[in-house]
Protein backbone atom coordinates (compact mmCIF):
# COMPACT_ATOMS: atom_id res chain seq x y z
CA UNK A 1 0.00 0.00 0.00
CA UNK A 2 1.27 3.41 -0.84
CA UNK A 3 2.65 5.49 2.00
CA UNK A 4 0.17 8.57 3.01
CA UNK A 5 2.20 11.71 3.38
CA UNK A 6 1.13 15.02 4.18
CA UNK A 7 3.65 18.19 2.68
CA UNK A 8 2.54 21.61 4.86
CA UNK A 9 3.45 24.31 2.39
CA UNK A 10 2.48 24.40 -0.96
CA UNK A 11 5.38 27.12 -2.11
CA UNK A 12 8.47 26.13 -4.41
CA UNK A 13 10.13 24.43 -1.59
CA UNK A 14 6.84 22.21 -0.46
CA UNK A 15 4.97 21.45 -3.92
CA UNK A 16 8.31 20.61 -5.43
CA UNK A 17 8.45 17.73 -2.89
CA UNK A 18 5.54 16.79 -3.04
CA UNK A 19 5.99 16.03 -7.11
CA UNK A 20 9.25 13.93 -6.15
CA UNK A 21 7.41 12.06 -3.45
CA UNK A 22 4.23 11.39 -6.01
CA UNK A 23 6.42 10.25 -8.39
CA UNK A 24 7.77 7.70 -5.96
CA UNK A 25 4.32 6.22 -5.78
CA UNK A 26 3.22 8.08 -2.54
CA UNK A 27 -0.16 9.02 -1.66
CA UNK A 28 0.70 12.65 -0.87
CA UNK A 29 -1.50 15.86 0.19
CA UNK A 30 -0.25 18.93 0.21
CA UNK A 31 -1.56 21.51 2.20
CA UNK A 32 -1.58 25.17 2.47
CA UNK A 33 -3.90 28.06 3.52
CA UNK A 34 -3.45 29.52 -0.14
CA UNK A 35 -3.13 28.00 -3.36
CA UNK A 36 0.11 27.11 -4.61
CA UNK A 37 2.59 29.73 -4.75
CA UNK A 38 0.98 32.43 -3.60
CA UNK A 39 3.39 33.66 -0.68
CA UNK A 40 7.24 34.14 -1.01
CA UNK A 41 7.64 31.95 -3.45
CA UNK A 42 5.24 34.60 -6.02
CA UNK A 43 6.96 37.44 -5.64
CA UNK A 44 10.34 36.93 -5.96
CA UNK A 45 12.43 38.36 -8.68
CA UNK A 46 11.62 34.67 -10.32
CA UNK A 47 15.75 33.96 -11.14
CA UNK A 48 16.56 30.28 -11.20
CA UNK A 49 20.25 31.56 -9.97
CA UNK A 50 22.43 28.97 -11.37
CA UNK A 51 25.61 31.81 -10.38
CA UNK A 52 24.50 31.80 -6.49
CA UNK A 53 27.34 29.62 -5.46
CA UNK A 54 28.15 31.64 -2.37
CA UNK A 55 25.44 32.45 0.19
CA UNK A 56 24.62 35.74 1.00
CA UNK A 57 26.77 37.08 3.88
CA UNK A 58 25.79 39.43 6.94
CA UNK A 59 28.36 42.79 6.04
CA UNK A 60 30.94 42.60 8.17
CA UNK A 61 33.30 45.39 6.40
CA UNK A 62 32.74 49.25 8.59
CA UNK A 63 32.25 51.19 5.29
CA UNK A 64 29.04 49.00 4.80
CA UNK A 65 28.00 49.06 8.23
CA UNK A 66 28.47 52.90 8.68
CA UNK A 67 26.32 53.46 5.55
CA UNK A 68 23.40 51.44 6.82
CA UNK A 69 23.28 52.71 10.22
CA UNK A 70 21.15 55.87 9.17
CA UNK A 71 18.71 53.67 7.54
CA UNK A 72 17.73 55.27 4.40
CA UNK A 73 19.85 53.06 2.04
CA UNK A 74 17.76 51.11 -0.23
CA UNK A 75 19.92 47.72 -0.37
CA UNK A 76 18.97 47.37 3.28
CA UNK A 77 16.91 48.83 6.04
CA UNK A 78 16.15 47.66 9.52
CA UNK A 79 13.73 48.25 12.53
CA UNK A 80 14.71 48.25 16.08
CA UNK A 81 12.11 45.95 17.13
CA UNK A 82 13.23 43.25 14.66
CA UNK A 83 16.52 43.65 15.25
CA UNK A 84 15.75 42.70 19.37
CA UNK A 85 13.38 40.19 18.20
CA UNK A 86 15.85 38.09 16.10
CA UNK A 87 19.04 39.52 18.23
CA UNK A 88 20.35 35.95 18.49
CA UNK A 89 19.86 34.74 15.03
CA UNK A 90 21.17 37.74 13.60
CA UNK A 91 24.37 38.04 15.86
CA UNK A 92 24.80 34.32 15.10
CA UNK A 93 24.67 35.36 11.26
CA UNK A 94 27.21 37.74 11.71
CA UNK A 95 29.32 35.43 13.18
CA UNK A 96 29.27 33.12 10.53
CA UNK A 97 29.70 35.78 7.84
CA UNK A 98 33.57 35.70 8.55
CA UNK A 99 35.22 35.16 5.39
CA UNK A 100 36.70 31.29 6.44
CA UNK A 101 33.10 30.62 8.02
CA UNK A 102 31.55 31.74 4.88
CA UNK A 103 33.64 30.01 2.59
CA UNK A 104 32.88 26.70 4.71
CA UNK A 105 28.91 27.55 3.91
CA UNK A 106 29.99 28.08 0.21
CA UNK A 107 30.93 24.12 -0.55
CA UNK A 108 27.14 22.73 0.89
CA UNK A 109 25.30 25.53 -0.61
CA UNK A 110 27.12 24.76 -3.79
CA UNK A 111 26.11 21.35 -3.74
CA UNK A 112 22.79 22.04 -4.07
CA UNK A 113 23.02 25.79 -6.69
CA UNK A 114 24.65 23.43 -9.44
CA UNK A 115 22.23 21.30 -9.48
CA UNK A 116 19.19 23.82 -9.80
CA UNK A 117 18.73 24.02 -13.66
CA UNK A 118 18.89 20.43 -14.25
CA UNK A 119 16.34 19.97 -11.44
CA UNK A 120 13.97 22.70 -12.71
CA UNK A 121 14.44 21.42 -16.07
CA UNK A 122 12.68 18.11 -14.99
CA UNK A 123 9.88 19.77 -13.54
CA UNK A 124 9.57 22.04 -16.03
CA UNK A 125 9.04 19.30 -18.63
CA UNK A 126 6.48 17.16 -16.19
CA UNK A 127 4.51 20.82 -16.37
CA UNK A 128 4.83 21.83 -19.39
CA UNK A 129 6.04 24.92 -18.58
CA UNK A 130 8.50 25.98 -21.27
CA UNK A 131 6.60 29.48 -21.95
CA UNK A 132 7.38 30.72 -18.14
CA UNK A 133 11.36 30.09 -18.86
CA UNK A 134 13.50 31.72 -20.54
CA UNK A 135 17.28 30.62 -20.57
CA UNK A 136 18.83 33.86 -21.56
CA UNK A 137 20.32 34.73 -18.30
CA UNK A 138 20.68 37.88 -16.27
CA UNK A 139 22.58 40.81 -15.70
CA UNK A 140 23.94 42.41 -13.03
CA UNK A 141 24.57 45.82 -13.40
CA UNK A 142 27.41 48.26 -11.93
CA UNK A 143 27.77 52.29 -11.23
CA UNK A 144 31.20 51.77 -9.87
CA UNK A 145 34.00 50.23 -11.59
CA UNK A 146 35.99 49.34 -8.59
CA UNK A 147 32.35 47.22 -7.54
CA UNK A 148 32.48 45.78 -10.92
CA UNK A 149 35.96 44.71 -10.85
CA UNK A 150 35.50 42.87 -7.94
CA UNK A 151 32.38 41.17 -9.12
CA UNK A 152 34.64 39.66 -11.80
CA UNK A 153 37.22 38.57 -9.64
CA UNK A 154 34.30 36.59 -8.14
CA UNK A 155 33.45 35.66 -11.23
CA UNK A 156 36.44 34.42 -12.73
CA UNK A 157 36.75 32.29 -9.65
CA UNK A 158 33.08 30.48 -9.20
CA UNK A 159 33.30 29.74 -13.19
CA UNK A 160 36.81 27.79 -12.23
CA UNK A 161 35.25 26.00 -9.42
CA UNK A 162 31.57 25.54 -9.69
CA UNK A 163 30.88 25.72 -13.55
CA UNK A 164 29.04 29.54 -13.54
CA UNK A 165 29.39 31.10 -16.76
CA UNK A 166 29.12 34.82 -17.40
CA UNK A 167 30.30 37.81 -20.01
CA UNK A 168 31.44 40.99 -18.69
CA UNK A 169 29.56 44.03 -20.34
CA UNK A 170 31.32 46.95 -21.63
CA UNK A 171 29.00 50.09 -20.92
CA UNK A 172 28.68 49.97 -24.80
CA UNK A 173 28.19 46.25 -24.69
CA UNK A 174 25.26 46.54 -22.20
CA UNK A 175 24.00 49.49 -24.43
CA UNK A 176 23.87 46.74 -27.25
CA UNK A 177 22.29 44.30 -25.04
CA UNK A 178 19.61 46.93 -23.62
CA UNK A 179 19.17 49.70 -25.25
CA UNK A 180 15.82 51.19 -23.04
CA UNK A 181 18.15 51.63 -19.92
CA UNK A 182 20.16 54.92 -19.57
CA UNK A 183 23.65 55.34 -19.28
CA UNK A 184 24.36 55.33 -15.60
CA UNK A 185 25.85 51.89 -15.39
CA UNK A 186 29.72 51.72 -16.48
CA UNK A 187 29.02 48.06 -16.99
CA UNK A 188 27.37 44.45 -16.03
CA UNK A 189 28.71 40.70 -15.57
CA UNK A 190 25.41 38.57 -17.89
CA UNK A 191 25.24 35.55 -15.79
CA UNK A 192 24.78 33.66 -18.88
CA UNK A 193 23.78 29.85 -17.39
CA UNK A 194 21.02 31.38 -15.51
CA UNK A 195 17.39 31.00 -15.83
CA UNK A 196 14.75 33.67 -15.47
CA UNK A 197 10.71 32.88 -15.26
CA UNK A 198 8.12 35.55 -16.14
CA UNK A 199 5.85 34.57 -13.51
CA UNK A 200 7.51 32.50 -10.33
CA UNK A 201 3.57 32.10 -9.08
CA UNK A 202 2.59 30.71 -12.05
CA UNK A 203 5.53 27.86 -12.33
CA UNK A 204 5.02 26.79 -9.06
CA UNK A 205 0.96 26.71 -9.47
CA UNK A 206 2.27 24.70 -12.82
CA UNK A 207 4.32 22.58 -10.74
CA UNK A 208 1.30 21.73 -8.47
CA UNK A 209 -0.51 20.65 -10.94
CA UNK A 210 2.09 18.33 -12.33
CA UNK A 211 1.69 17.40 -9.13
CA UNK A 212 -1.73 16.57 -9.11
CA UNK A 213 -1.45 14.30 -12.35
CA UNK A 214 0.54 12.01 -10.38
CA UNK A 215 -2.64 11.13 -8.06
CA UNK A 216 -1.53 14.26 -5.74
CA UNK A 217 -4.17 15.92 -3.94
CA UNK A 218 -4.15 19.61 -2.85
CA UNK A 219 -5.54 21.12 -0.19
CA UNK A 220 -6.83 24.17 0.92
CA UNK A 221 -6.57 25.07 4.60
CA UNK A 222 -5.06 26.52 7.65
CA UNK A 223 -3.24 24.25 9.64
CA UNK A 224 -3.24 25.13 13.06
CA UNK A 225 -1.64 22.66 15.10
CA UNK A 226 0.46 19.44 14.34
CA UNK A 227 0.38 16.13 16.64
CA UNK A 228 2.19 12.82 16.86
CA UNK A 229 -0.14 9.99 17.52
CA UNK A 230 0.27 6.22 17.18
CA UNK A 231 0.36 5.58 13.68
CA UNK A 232 1.90 8.86 12.29
CA UNK A 233 0.86 12.48 12.39
CA UNK A 234 -2.15 14.73 12.99
CA UNK A 235 -2.43 17.80 11.19
CA UNK A 236 -4.98 20.25 12.91
CA UNK A 237 -6.44 22.57 10.67
CA UNK A 238 -9.58 25.26 10.59
CA UNK A 239 -11.47 22.55 8.38
CA UNK A 240 -10.92 19.59 10.57
CA UNK A 241 -7.86 16.97 11.00
CA UNK A 242 -5.76 15.07 8.40
CA UNK A 243 -3.65 12.01 9.13
CA UNK A 244 -0.39 10.37 7.86
CA UNK A 245 2.12 8.23 8.53
CA UNK A 246 4.31 10.87 7.31
CA UNK A 247 4.56 14.83 7.41
CA UNK A 248 6.64 17.14 6.13
CA UNK A 249 7.19 20.53 6.87
CA UNK A 250 7.60 23.04 4.49
CA UNK A 251 6.17 26.35 5.30
CA UNK A 252 8.76 28.42 4.69
CA UNK A 253 9.00 31.58 6.95
CA UNK A 254 6.28 30.27 9.21
CA UNK A 255 7.94 27.23 10.03
CA UNK A 256 9.20 27.54 13.22
CA UNK A 257 5.88 27.86 15.28
CA UNK A 258 6.09 24.47 15.33
CA UNK A 259 8.78 23.46 15.61
CA UNK A 260 9.38 25.78 18.75
CA UNK A 261 5.96 23.73 20.06
CA UNK A 262 8.18 20.30 19.21
CA UNK A 263 10.96 21.54 21.62
CA UNK A 264 13.26 22.74 18.40
CA UNK A 265 14.65 26.12 19.07
CA UNK A 266 15.68 26.85 15.51
CA UNK A 267 16.52 30.63 14.66
CA UNK A 268 14.70 31.26 11.85
CA UNK A 269 14.83 34.88 10.95
CA UNK A 270 12.87 36.62 7.73
CA UNK A 271 14.49 39.29 5.57
CA UNK A 272 11.38 41.17 3.99
CA UNK A 273 11.38 42.13 0.39
CA UNK A 274 8.65 44.44 -1.57
CA UNK A 275 7.93 44.75 -5.26
CA UNK A 276 5.88 46.62 -7.42
CA UNK A 277 4.94 45.83 -11.11
CA UNK A 278 5.07 48.86 -13.40
CA UNK A 279 4.18 49.55 -16.84
CA UNK A 280 7.15 50.84 -18.93
CA UNK A 281 6.76 54.09 -21.45
CA UNK A 282 8.04 55.27 -24.95
CA UNK A 283 8.17 51.87 -26.54
CA UNK A 284 11.23 50.85 -24.37
CA UNK A 285 11.95 47.12 -23.44
CA UNK A 286 13.94 45.10 -20.62
CA UNK A 287 15.08 41.68 -22.49
CA UNK A 288 16.47 40.31 -19.21
CA UNK A 289 16.37 41.06 -15.58
CA UNK A 290 18.80 43.94 -13.93
CA UNK A 291 20.06 44.33 -10.47
CA UNK A 292 21.19 47.59 -9.86
CA UNK A 293 23.92 46.52 -7.71
CA UNK A 294 25.46 49.99 -6.75
CA UNK A 295 21.99 51.01 -5.80
CA UNK A 296 20.58 47.83 -4.52
CA UNK A 297 17.43 46.53 -6.05
CA UNK A 298 16.05 44.85 -9.16
CA UNK A 299 14.19 44.87 -12.07
CA UNK A 300 12.30 42.01 -14.15
CA UNK A 301 10.34 41.76 -16.63
CA UNK A 302 7.61 40.02 -16.05
CA UNK A 303 3.93 38.94 -17.43
CA UNK A 304 2.57 41.40 -15.03
CA UNK A 305 4.72 44.36 -16.02
CA UNK A 306 8.68 45.07 -14.92
CA UNK A 307 8.55 43.83 -11.50
CA UNK A 308 11.04 46.30 -9.22
CA UNK A 309 11.87 44.07 -5.95
CA UNK A 310 13.80 45.46 -3.35
CA UNK A 311 16.39 44.42 -0.87
CA UNK A 312 16.12 42.98 2.75
CA UNK A 313 14.33 44.89 5.11
CA UNK A 314 15.00 43.40 8.82
CA UNK A 315 12.06 43.17 10.95
CA UNK A 316 9.48 40.96 11.95
CA UNK A 317 6.92 38.76 10.26
CA UNK A 318 4.18 40.76 11.37
CA UNK A 319 5.42 43.90 11.02
CA UNK A 320 3.00 46.69 9.16
CA UNK A 321 4.38 47.53 6.03
CA UNK A 322 6.70 50.86 5.43
CA UNK A 323 7.01 51.29 1.97
CA UNK A 324 10.13 54.13 2.07
CA UNK A 325 12.93 51.46 0.86
CA UNK A 326 10.35 50.62 -2.19
CA UNK A 327 9.68 54.49 -2.99
CA UNK A 328 13.27 55.30 -2.87
CA UNK A 329 14.11 52.22 -5.26
CA UNK A 330 11.74 53.37 -7.33
CA UNK A 331 13.09 57.04 -7.71
CA UNK A 332 16.41 55.54 -8.79
CA UNK A 333 14.81 52.98 -11.15
CA UNK A 334 12.96 55.90 -13.40
CA UNK A 335 15.97 57.21 -14.35
CA UNK A 336 17.37 54.16 -15.41
CA UNK A 337 14.42 52.78 -17.10
CA UNK A 338 11.41 54.90 -18.73
CA UNK A 339 8.84 53.23 -16.32
CA UNK A 340 5.09 54.46 -16.36
CA UNK A 341 1.97 54.03 -13.78
CA UNK A 342 2.16 51.40 -11.06
CA UNK A 343 0.06 48.18 -11.31
CA UNK A 344 -0.62 47.27 -8.51
CA UNK A 345 -3.05 48.59 -5.64
CA UNK A 346 0.14 47.99 -2.93
CA UNK A 347 3.12 46.70 -2.96
CA UNK A 348 3.88 43.04 -2.34
CA UNK A 349 5.40 42.15 0.72
CA UNK A 350 7.32 38.72 1.16
CA UNK A 351 10.21 37.07 3.98
CA UNK A 352 13.02 35.67 2.85
CA UNK A 353 13.57 33.02 5.41
CA UNK A 354 16.73 32.71 6.75
CA UNK A 355 19.18 31.16 8.97
CA UNK A 356 22.45 32.20 10.80
CA UNK A 357 24.84 29.56 9.21
CA UNK A 358 23.21 30.72 5.30
CA UNK A 359 21.98 26.89 5.11
CA UNK A 360 18.46 25.30 5.03
CA UNK A 361 17.59 22.98 6.65
CA UNK A 362 16.82 19.51 5.04
CA UNK A 363 16.33 16.04 6.84
CA UNK A 364 14.82 14.38 9.21
CA UNK A 365 13.67 15.54 12.75
CA UNK A 366 15.78 13.51 15.11
CA UNK A 367 13.27 12.93 17.86
CA UNK A 368 9.89 12.54 15.89
CA UNK A 369 9.88 10.03 13.74
CA UNK A 370 8.29 10.42 10.10
CA UNK A 371 8.57 14.37 10.61
CA UNK A 372 10.33 15.90 7.72
CA UNK A 373 12.19 18.99 7.60
CA UNK A 374 12.66 21.64 4.39
CA UNK A 375 12.90 25.32 5.14
CA UNK A 376 15.03 28.19 5.40
CA UNK A 377 16.73 28.64 2.16
CA UNK A 378 16.89 32.43 2.33
CA UNK A 379 17.61 34.70 -0.95
CA UNK A 380 17.49 31.35 -3.06
CA UNK A 381 14.52 28.87 -1.77
CA UNK A 382 12.76 29.70 -5.84
CA UNK A 383 16.08 28.46 -7.26
CA UNK A 384 16.38 25.24 -4.60
CA UNK A 385 13.02 24.20 -4.12
CA UNK A 386 13.54 21.22 -6.93
CA UNK A 387 16.42 19.80 -6.06
CA UNK A 388 15.39 20.45 -2.06
CA UNK A 389 12.43 18.03 -3.61
CA UNK A 390 14.77 15.64 -4.92
CA UNK A 391 16.97 15.09 -2.11
CA UNK A 392 14.21 15.04 0.74
CA UNK A 393 12.15 12.31 -1.09
CA UNK A 394 15.19 10.27 -1.91
CA UNK A 395 16.01 10.38 2.44
CA UNK A 396 12.44 9.80 2.96
CA UNK A 397 12.87 6.98 0.73
CA UNK A 398 15.97 5.13 1.95
CA UNK A 399 17.33 6.24 -1.16
CA UNK A 400 21.11 7.19 -0.80
CA UNK A 401 20.76 11.48 -1.30
CA UNK A 402 22.76 12.92 -4.93
CA UNK A 403 24.95 15.10 -2.24
CA UNK A 404 25.85 14.26 1.44
CA UNK A 405 23.59 15.59 3.62
CA UNK A 406 24.93 15.93 6.45
CA UNK A 407 25.15 19.96 6.56
CA UNK A 408 21.99 20.47 6.55
CA UNK A 409 20.74 18.68 9.47
CA UNK A 410 18.98 20.32 12.01
CA UNK A 411 20.59 19.25 15.00
CA UNK A 412 23.74 21.58 13.65
CA UNK A 413 21.71 24.17 15.62
CA UNK A 414 21.11 22.21 19.09
CA UNK A 415 25.14 21.82 20.45
C1 LIG B 1 11.93 40.33 -2.90
C2 LIG B 1 12.40 38.89 -3.00
C3 LIG B 1 13.09 38.48 -4.13
C4 LIG B 1 13.55 37.15 -4.22
N1 LIG B 1 14.15 36.73 -5.39
C5 LIG B 1 14.53 35.42 -5.53
C6 LIG B 1 15.07 34.95 -6.74
O1 LIG B 1 15.17 35.66 -7.74
N2 LIG B 1 15.48 33.65 -6.82
C7 LIG B 1 15.36 32.81 -5.74
O2 LIG B 1 15.77 31.65 -5.83
N3 LIG B 1 14.77 33.21 -4.57
C8 LIG B 1 14.36 34.50 -4.45
N4 LIG B 1 13.80 34.93 -3.28
C9 LIG B 1 13.66 33.97 -2.16
C10 LIG B 1 12.52 33.00 -2.40
O3 LIG B 1 11.37 33.68 -2.82
C11 LIG B 1 12.21 32.20 -1.12
O4 LIG B 1 13.40 31.64 -0.59
C12 LIG B 1 11.25 31.05 -1.43
O5 LIG B 1 10.09 31.54 -2.06
C13 LIG B 1 10.86 30.30 -0.17
O6 LIG B 1 9.99 29.26 -0.58
P1 LIG B 1 9.22 28.36 0.46
O7 LIG B 1 8.46 27.35 -0.30
O8 LIG B 1 10.18 27.91 1.50
O9 LIG B 1 8.25 29.41 1.21
P2 LIG B 1 6.82 30.01 0.75
O10 LIG B 1 6.79 30.25 -0.70
O11 LIG B 1 6.53 31.16 1.66
O12 LIG B 1 5.83 28.84 1.09
C14 LIG B 1 5.43 28.55 2.40
C15 LIG B 1 3.96 28.23 2.37
O13 LIG B 1 3.53 27.84 3.69
C16 LIG B 1 2.19 28.25 3.80
N5 LIG B 1 1.78 28.32 5.20
C17 LIG B 1 2.39 29.01 6.18
N6 LIG B 1 1.70 28.88 7.33
C18 LIG B 1 0.62 28.10 7.05
C19 LIG B 1 -0.48 27.62 7.82
N7 LIG B 1 -0.65 27.93 9.10
N8 LIG B 1 -1.40 26.82 7.21
C20 LIG B 1 -1.27 26.50 5.90
N9 LIG B 1 -0.26 26.94 5.11
C21 LIG B 1 0.68 27.74 5.69
C22 LIG B 1 2.16 29.61 3.12
O14 LIG B 1 0.83 29.97 2.75
C23 LIG B 1 3.10 29.43 1.95
O15 LIG B 1 2.43 29.14 0.75
C24 LIG B 1 13.33 36.25 -3.15
C25 LIG B 1 12.60 36.67 -2.02
C26 LIG B 1 12.13 37.97 -1.95
C27 LIG B 1 11.33 38.38 -0.74
Redesign the pocket.
Known amino acids: MSRETLV ?7 TSIAYHLARRGRNVTL ?4 AP ?5 F ?7 REAVKPYPFPRDLPTLLRVLPNRQIDIRYRPKGMLAAAGPLFSYWRHSTPARHAQAIVPYASLITRCTEEHAVMIEAAGAEALVSKRGWLDGFRRQDSMDAQIASAEEIARQYGVTYEVLDAAALKALEPSLAGALVGALHWTNSWTVSDPGGLVKAYADAFESLGGQVRC ?3 QRIEQGPNGWRLHTADGELEAEELVL ?5 SNRWLAELGYQVPLFPK ?4 MHYAIRDGASLNHPIRDVDAGYLLAPMRAGIRL ?2 GAELTTLEASPRHGQLDAAERVARKLLPLGERRDATPWI ?4 CLPDMLPVIGAAPRHRGLWLA ?1 G ?9 PVTGRLLAELMSGEPPTVPMAPFRIERFSS
Open positions: LGAGMVGVDRRGQETSGNAGIIQAEAAAGPWRGYHTTGNRPFHGHQGFTLG
